[in-house]
């Protein structure tokens, strides 16, 4: 029995094997999308929020209405298509023999981004409201210094009254006030403060700032009566609430009254450097530094400007003709801005509804 066996033209063969490698490429692009997606969408958002704050601290110097955009959503849809058609015909004779091979392609992304401003209810929550003491002091918990938090958000502590530089109510501080930071930073770098939360039965919780006696160095146990003696407290107390107000009801609590985000980057913006022909256009009020004031003027951050665009800048918006930026190289003003867009998210009123959201569908 003679068994024919055919023979593959080679050409076949080929067409074959490209047909299954584009088959194999194109079953998937989901998996290597995620990397680049998920960090380039966080390097965006992230670079356009600082971008934004900054541009809206530098309208309020000039008295120009801040204005706030959420991103909202982000849904980026990828479609790959791809067809591949192969067609030939044999005849017996050589050079009759012919192969056609042929495809398309098509590639889309999509991204849908939607936008969400903050007005009306959520404005006067997240911005105009008075940030709650017990949040500014966990975080000081958490490690931020005392002397970088303290004179961003607190205007007064039971009576001391911080330095303000504009508008009808321009002081130089209370020299007390500014004694008190220093002790409480030096206090919280002996690991002598510490917060909790001490709730009583149906009411809110209240924040208690608690000092240790035992296991400190005598220096800091002076620091610790200085600083009772300037706040008004009793000297055995080892913990003492801390309430929203003015000025505290008694020897027995410390009271803090806390800017709202508004008034924090109204504070900061008050402390920009800008062109001085701007001040004597009338387009922006001149600050105590620029005025020649004996007051000692206490920079929070500085923000520089200049008509080119920096090179060296941790972030940068332009607002009319010139550049304003805060330097790389300067750390302290890079942390403060920092901790700026921490208080932002402190603030946010939203649930995870309110999150950006990035839905990519990739097959």
């Not at 005392?146 to 911080?162: E, K, W």
Request: some cysteine; proline content about 5%; hydrophobic content about 40%.
């Amino acid at each position: 029995m003679t068994q024919t066996v055919k023979r593959i033209d080679p050409a076949a063969r080929i067409a074959v094997l490209i047909l299954a490698l584009l088959i194999a490429g194109c079953n998937s692009i989901g998996p290597v999308s995620v990397t680049r997606d998920r960090f380039d969408y966080n390097t965006a958002i992230s670079r356009s929020w600082k971008e934004q704050t900054l541009l809206n601290i530098v309208k309020l110097r000039y008295a120009d209405m801040p204005l706030f955009v959420e991103v909202a959503s982000i849904v980026s849809g990828y479609t790959l298509e791809s067809t591949l058609s192969l067609s030939g015909t044999k005849s017996n004779s050589i050079l009759d023999n012919s192969l056609t091979l042929g495809g398309s392609g098509k590639f889309v992304d999509r991204p849908t981004i939607t936008y969400v401003p903050i007005t009306g209810a959520k404005f006067n929550k997240s911005v105009m409201t008075p940030i709650p003491p017990g949040a500014i002091l966990f975080l000081m918990q958490s490690g931020w210094p005392a002397d970088m938090i303290l004179p961003l958000t607190v205007d007064s502590a039971n009576g001391l009254r911080s330095q303000a530089m504009s508008g009808v109510n321009q002081r130089a501080g209370d020299a007390d006030y500014y004694r008190v930071i220093e002790l409480i930073r030096q206090i919280q770098l002996a690991g002598g403060i510490g917060m909790r939360i001490k709730k009583a039965d149906q009411l809110e919780g209240t924040t208690i700032m608690f000092f240790q006696r035992e296991s400190l160095s005598p220096e800091t146990q002076e620091a610790r009566q200085e600083l009772f003696e300037l706040l008004g407290l009793q000297p055995e107390l080892r913990e003492v609430p801390v309430n929203y107000g003015l000025i505290a009801e008694g020897d027995n609590e410390i009271v803090f009254l806390t800017r709202s985000m508004l008034g924090i980057m109204s504070k900061l913006a008050i402390g920009i450097d800008v062109p001085a022909q701007d001040i004597a256009d009338g387009r922006t009020i001149p600050t105590l530094e620029s005025t020649g004031s004996k007051i000692a003027v206490k920079k929070l951050m500085n923000i520089e400007h200049s008509v080119e665009k920096p090179d060296n800048a941790f972030v940068a918006a332009k607002y009319r003709d010139h550049w304003f930026w805060v330097d790389d190289r300067d750390f302290d003003s890079k942390r403060a801005f920092t901790f700026l867009m921490i208080l932002f998210s402190l603030t946010e009123t939203g649930g995870r509804e309110g999150l950006p959201l990035v839905t990519i569908p990739a097959s």
